[in-house]
């Protein structure tokens, strides 16, 4: 959430939701923080402009992903922009600076196989855009950046996304991974301490900058088209016709009437 700190300077009040309180002991004054579980049902009154949701993966089940997206369409102001970003589950190598025996390598097959036995899979990333159209929404803008971690890219930017990366999974790891495996590892549940020892080795290796990993980054921007439906909506009811829309981005064709 720590985004959501920054908020300051928005001329917005901003609402950040988990399930947990988040460590922070000082928030600008149009920030509201709330504990929530976003699968439940959505009780905000005022609709938002933007709902923005980051590093979910994993976080839902199919079913759970589909009616938090839902509830992001009902929740938005017509215009309003639905915002996820997410990254892919596996690390990659352009130039297989990694050796061939890198621990890295079997990291991701062994978040996915965990996540997998919670019904929580980890493949946010690829569903993003079918998740978000299939909610309703219209007119993608999405988004691929790599993203490397740690700060072994040549170009400045790189760099230094590089370097947050590094802190991200430094800060990150064990809470990414300590539930995972201690619940649903492979072949069995790992003690406490195997995991340490295991995150040990992947966080050196992370730190390695011979290792020139990265993952990709997608951002994916929905604006939000209500406004058209509801016009669409009135009229059905108007008329006492169903009226089928077929969306050809990005323009807007009144298909036919059925
Ligand atoms: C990987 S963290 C990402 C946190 C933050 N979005 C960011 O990018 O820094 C995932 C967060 O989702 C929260 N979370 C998982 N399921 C949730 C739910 N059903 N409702 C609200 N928050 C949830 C977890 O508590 C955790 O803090």
Not at 173 to 186: H, S, W
Request: hydrophobic share 40%; aromatic share 10%; glycine share 6%.
């Amino acid at each position: 959430m720590r985004w959501l700190s920054q908020a300051t300077d928005l001329p917005a009040t901003v609402r950040g939701v988990d399930l947990f309180p988040p460590p922070v002991s000082w928030l600008p004054p149009n920030c509201i923080l709330e504990v929530d579980d976003v699968t439940k049902e959505w009780t905000w009154q005022q609709p938002f402009d933007l709902v923005h949701m980051r590093l979910l993966d994993a976080a839902f089940t199919p079913e759970e992903n589909e009616e938090v997206l839902y509830q992001c369409y009902r929740s938005l102001r017509p215009g309003g922009w639905v915002e996820l970003l997410e990254l892919t589950a596996d690390f990659q190598s352009e130039d297989n600076s990694w050796s061939q025996d890198c621990p890295l390598k079997g990291f991701m097959p062994l978040m996915k196989s965990a996540a997998a036995k919670t019904g929580r899979p980890l493949h946010l990333y690829q569903r993003c855009a079918e998740l978000v159209k299939s909610a309703g929404f219209l007119d993608i803008h999405e988004e691929v950046k790599k993203w490397p971690i740690g700060p072994w890219a040549r170009d400045e930017q790189l760099k230094e996304a590089g370097s947050l990366n590094l802190e991200h999974w430094m800060v990150g790891a064990e809470g990414y991974v300590m539930y995972l495996l201690t619940k649903f590892g492979d072949p069995t549940p790992w003690s406490h301490d195997e995991v340490q020892v295991y995150l040990a080795h992947i966080r050196k290796e992370l730190k390695d900058h011979n290792n020139h990993i990265y993952h990709r980054v997608l951002s994916l921007m929905k604006l939000f088209f209500r406004r058209l439906k509801e016009r669409i909506d009135c009229l059905q009811s108007r008329l006492g016709w169903k009226i089928k829309l077929e969306i050809l981005r990005p323009r807007v064709l009144i298909h036919g009437i059925i």
